[in-house]
C-alpha cells in the first residue's frame, strides 16, 4: 500500500466510522462502548478497503491489461447530456447530409455538456444511460470514491455508497434490503441489519444501482417494481443507477435521465495523459500521432472510453499504432462482439447460445458492404431487419427460426454495434467499424476487386476501406496491382502524359542516390511551383502535399525549402539564389548544367529596378524565371499551362500513388518481386505501343 491510499484509507475509515456512529448507534447523550467503538472503526476501514479492492481499480478484462491501474489516477471527468437533448432527427436523408457536412462523428449538434458529477450532487434520483464501453459503470464508481472522502471529496453530500451490480439480481428470493445488509454484514460491523435499517431512515446512503441491462430478461419487471417501491420508501437517500441507452425503457418516474456523452478531443487527450502519466512524453506522442489526419477514423473509436483504454494498451507495446490498422480495428470489434459480452455475462441471451460470433461478423460484414456501397450511413429499421432475415434463411449453418428484430435488438442493445439514431434509423455506432466490416466482406469476395479499383480507386469515401482490404488480405499482391494498372489511366490529357513522361526521362540515370520514383516526385514537385507560377490562380497545395507524402514513403527526403520552392511572390524566396543551389546537391537531374543556370538567374535578378514593383511587372519577370527553368531541364514551358481540369486529373493521379504506397505499408504480405515493378513504374507512362 502507497503512502496516498495509506492517507486515503485512514481519513476516509475515520471519517466513515464516525458517520455509523452518529447514524445508528448515537442515543441522545448516552456513550457508546469502547468495544463498539472499536469494531465500528474497524469494519469502517474494511468498507474502505472493500470498495477500493472492488471498484476503486481499473482493470478490463476484455482488453490485454497485465495489471489493473488505480480508477482515481485514469479517471478522466465523465460529462452528460440531458437525454431530452439527444433527440431524432426527422429522417435518414436528413442525417445523411448532416454526416457529409461534418466528416466523420454522428454527434450533429452542439450541446451543452455538463460535468457529471455535478449533476450527481444536484439530482437526488438520477439514472446515467449510454452505450457499451462508454464509461457507465466507471462513473458511478466514481461517484462512490468522492463519496468515501466524504468532505473532501467531489461528491457534496454526506453519504455511505453502497454498489450493488443488478447482474445478481437473479433470484426471486433477493431483495435490495438484503442487499444492503449483506454489505454491512461482510464487513463486519455490529448488528448489520440494524445499521442498515438506521441508515436508510436517515437518508445517509448512496445507493449505486449498476447494470438495469445485465438483469436476466425474465427478472427485469420485478428488478424495475423492486427499485421503483425501494426508492419511494427510502426518498431521503440517494440512488444513482445505469442502463444501456437502448434497453431503457424510461420506467423510473423519480429518476433524472441523463446520457454519458462520447469523449471529445479534450477528454481523449486528458484519458491518454492520466494512462501514461509516469511518462508524460509517450502520452504526448501518443495524443500527437492520433490527431493526425491519417489516423481520424482511429481518433473515432477513441470517443469510448473502452476502446481508448484498448489503443493506449496498443500504443504502449510499441510507441506507434500498427501500419495495419486492420488488426487494431478487428481488436477492437472482438472487444464488442465477444470479451466485453462475456465479461458482462451477457451471453445468456438465447439469440447469442445459438448465433455465433463468427456468424454474426459475417452478417455484419454483409450490412455493411450493402449500405456502404450504396452511399448510405443510415438504414431503415425495416431494411435491416430484412437482410438479417434473409441472411439466416439462406444461410445453412444460421438458426434460420431467429426473429430478425430479435437479431437487431440484441446487436443494439448488448453490444453497441447499431444505433437508433432517428425513429427506426439505424447506422454502425463507428463510422470506423462499417468501413472495417465493408472491408472484411471484400476481403473474403476476391471477385469483387476489380469493381472496388475501377470504381473507388480515387474515391476519398473508400480510402480507409481500401487500406483496411490491404491489411485483411493473406497476400495483398493480387489488389496491389490492379490498383497499379488503373493508376496510369487517371491521367486525362495528352498533356500530362507528356508531362510526366518528361519527369521520368529528366530524371532517369541521374547521379542522385535516390530511388527513381523518388526523383521523379521531386521532379514533378519543381514542375507544379512553375506551373503555378505561371497562373496564381491554380490551386496545387493538395498536389504538393500529396508529393512530400510520396516522397517520404519512398525514403527521399523532400526538404520544405524545395516545397516551398516557388510559392510567395516576395523577393525572399522568388529571387532567392538557394534553390538552385539545393537542387544541383541532390542530383536528381541528367544533363542540367547548373552554374548556367544559376549564371542566367543572376543577371534576371540584377535587372530589378528599385522601388515598387507593380503586379505586372511580377508576372512578366515569373514568365521570364519560368523560360530560364525550362530551358535549362529541357521542358516544355506549354506543358506546365494546365488547365482546371488537368489539375484536378493530376491531383487523383497523385492520391492513387499515395494511397497505393499507403496500401503497401498497410498490408501483411507482398510480393517483393511484384512491388519493385510497380515502384520502378510509378510516375512513368508506359509506351503504348508496348500495352
Not at 435490495?176 to 463486519?188: K, P, S
Not at 430484412?386 to 430479435?406: C, S, T, Y
Amino acid at each position: 500500500m502507497t503512502g496516498f491510499e495509506s492517507v486515503f484509507f485512514g481519513e476516509a475509515a475515520k471519517s466513515l466510522a464516525g458517520l455509523v456512529l452518529k447514524t445508528a448507534w448515537e442515543v441522545g447523550n448516552k456513550p457508546i462502548d469502547e468495544p463498539i467503538k472499536r469494531l465500528i472503526f474497524t469494519a469502517s476501514g474494511q468498507y474502505v478497503q472493500n470498495y477500493e479492492q472492488r471498484h476503486g481499480n481499473l482493470k478490463v478484462v476484455c482488453v490485454r491489461m497485465d495489471a489493473p491501474v488505480r480508477l482515481d489516477e485514469v479517471y478522466t471527468a465523465v460529462q452528460v447530456l440531458e437525454r431530452s437533448q439527444v433527440g431524432y432527427f426527422e429522417s435518414a436523408a436528413t442525417l445523411q447530409d448532416l454526416f457529409r457536412e461534418k466528416g466523420r462523428g454522428f454527434e450533429f449538434q452542439k450541446i451543452e455538456r455538463q460535468d457529471g458529477i455535478t449533476v450527481a450532487n444536484q439530482q437526488q434520483y438520477l439514472m446515467v444511460l449510454g452505450s457499451p464501453g462508454v464509461g457507465k459503470s466507471t462513473f458511478l464508481r466514481k461517484v462512490g470514491l468522492e463519496a468515501l472522502k466524504q468532505k473532501k471529496g467531489a461528491f457534496q453530500h454526506e453519504c455511505l455508497p453502497v454498489f450493488l451490480k443488478l447482474q445478481d439480481f437473479n433470484s426471486t428470493e433477493i431483495t435490495l434490503d438484503q442487499l444492503i445488509i449483506h454489505e454491512f454484514a461482510t464487513c463486519g460491523f455490529p448488528e448489520p441489519e440494524k445499521t442498515a435499517k438506521s441508515f436508510l431512515q436517515k437518508g445517509k446512503l448512496l445507493i449505486l444501482l449498476d447494470g438495469l441491462d445485465e438483469v436476466a430478461t425474465d427478472h427485469v419487471d420485478r428488478a424495475i417494481t423492486q427499485i421503483q417501491n425501494f426508492g419511494d420508501r427510502h426518498r431521503n437517500n440517494r440512488f444513482i443507477a445505469s442502463c444501456r441507452i437502448a434497453a431503457y425503457k424510461s420506467g423510473f418516474q423519480r429518476f433524472k435521465d441523463i446520457v454519458i456523452a462520447a469523449f471529445d478531443d479534450g477528454q481523449i487527450e486528458e484519458f491518454i495523459r492520466h494512462w501514461f502519466r509516469l511518462e508524460p512524453e509517450i502520452a504526448s506522442q501518443c495524443w500527437d500521432l492520433l490527431k493526425q489526419t491519417e489516423y481520424a477514423a482511429t481518433k473515432e473509436l477513441a470517443q469510448t472510453p473502452l476502446l481508448l483504454t484498448l489503443l493506449c494498451v496498443v500504443y504502449d507495446e510499441s510507441q506507434n499504432f500498427p501500419k495495419n490498422r486492420a488488426a487494431v480495428y478487428g481488436e477492437a470489434l472482438d472487444v464488442l462482439l465477444k470479451k466485453w459480452a462475456a465479461e458482462k455475462r451477457l451471453k445468456r441471451d438465447p439469440i447469442y447460445r445459438e448465433l455465433s460470433p463468427e456468424l454474426e461478423q459475417i452478417l455484419l460484414a454483409e450490412i455493411a458492404y450493402t449500405s456502404f456501397a450504396a452511399d448510405q450511413l443510415f438504414f431503415s429499421k425495416r431494411e435491416v431487419t430484412r437482410q438479417i432475415k434473409d441472411f439466416l434463411v439462406n444461410n445453412l449453418n444460421a438458426p434460420q427460426h431467429l426473429d430478425g428484430e430479435a437479431v437487431l435488438t440484441a446487436i443494439e442493445v448488448q453490444q453497441g454495434l447499431f444505433v437508433e439514431r432517428a425513429r427506426d434509423t439505424y447506422s454502425f455506432s463507428h463510422l470506423t467499424f462499417q468501413e472495417y466490416l465493408t472491408a472484411q466482406h471484400l476481403a473474403q469476395q476476391p471477385d469483387l476487386m476489380q469493381a472496388l479499383v475501377e470504381q473507388h480507386l480515387t474515391d476519398d469515401r473508400w480510402r480507409e476501406v481500401f487500406l483496411l482490404v490491404a491489411g485483411s488480405l493473406s497476400n495483398a499482391t493480387p489488389l496491389l496491382e490492379l490498383m497499379a494498372a488503373k493508376t496510369p489511366t487517371l491521367l486525362a490529357t495528352e498533356k500530362l502524359k507528356a508531362l510526366v513522361n518528361w519527369v521520368d526521362s529528366a530524371t532517369a540515370g541521374s547521379l542522385g542516390d535516390y530511388k527513381p520514383a523518388a526523383k521523379r516526385v521531386a521532379a514533378l514537385t519543381l514542375t507544379l511551383h512553375l506551373s503555378q507560377s505561371i497562373d496564381l490562380n491554380l490551386d496545387f497545395s493538395r498536389s504538393l502535399d500529396l508529393n512530400l507524402d510520396l516522397s517520404r514513403f519512398l525514403d527521399f527526403n523532400l526538404s520544405l525549402d524545395l516545397y516551398h520552392f516557388f510559392f510567395h511572390l516576395d523577393r525572399s524566396r522568388f529571387f532567392s539564389l538557394n534553390r538552385p543551389r539545393e537542387f544541383a546537391k541532390i542530383k536528381i537531374f541528367k544533363q542540367v548544367d547548373f552554374t548556367v543556370l544559376m549564371a542566367r538567374l543572376s543577371g534576371l535578378k540584377a535587372r530589378i529596378p528599385e522601388g515598387e514593383l507593380s503586379e505586372e511587372f511580377y508576372q512578366r519577370f515569373a514568365n521570364q524565371l519560368v523560360q530560364i527553368w525550362c530551358g535549362a531541364l529541357h521542358l516544355q514551358p506549354e506543358w506546365l499551362e494546365l488547365s482546371e481540369q488537368e489539375v484536378e486529373s493530376l491531383k487523383k493521379y497523385l492520391s492513387a500513388n499515395q494511397l497505393l504506397i499507403r496500401c503497401k505499408e498497410a498490408a501483411v504480405r507482398v510480393s517483393r518481386e511484384s512491388w519493385a515493378g510497380i515502384e520502378q513504374r510509378m510516375l512513368t507512362v508506359e509506351d503504348e505501343e508496348k500495352v
